[in-house]
């Protein structure tokens, strides 16, 4: 399973963007897949998780009413819409993925597959 993250770059504040996650390999029907992202100096931190095959969708709280997240059926390509961009957004945004499975699919669970992440630069 290999993940490639794009669609990343700067933007200023109040822009949008949107970030594309192109997957190959075995996935699972049913599986979990999920935006991250980390800071300069911070932790990483999930942004928004969905199940493939349900559409259940879960964001943290600064992402809700700004970001979502949609994956492309069939390709299980997945996508993140950010509207409203702040420059506490900066940040690198990965995706990940468990491809075999969906239970317990959200902000907290531990992914198998990362890809290596796009930068996202918001300027005030």
């Known amino acids: 399973v290999q993940l490639v993250e794009s669609g990343g770059g700067s933007v200023q504040a109040g822009g949008s963007l949107r970030l594309s996650c192109a997957t190959s390999?075995?996935?699972?029907?049913?599986?979990?897949m999920a935006w991250f992202r980390q800071a300069p100096g911070k932790e990483r931190e999930a942004v928004a998780s969905?199940?493939?095959?349900?559409?259940?969708?879960t964001y943290a709280d600064y992402a809700k009413g700004r970001f979502t997240i949609s994956q492309e059926r069939g390709k299980n390509t997945l996508y993140l819409q950010m509207n409203v961009l702040k420059p506490e957004d900066t940040a690198i945004y990965y995706c990940?993925?468990?491809?075999?499975?969906?239970?317990?699919?959200?902000?907290?669970?531990?992914?198998?597959?990362w890809g290596q992440g796009t930068q996202v630069t918001v300027s005030s």
């Open positions: 990940a993925a468990n491809p075999y499975w969906s239970d317990l699919c959200g902000l907290g669970a531990d992914f198998s597959y």
């Open positions: 390999g075995r996935f699972y029907p049913a599986h979990c």
């Open positions: 969905i199940v493939s095959d349900t559409k259940e969708t």
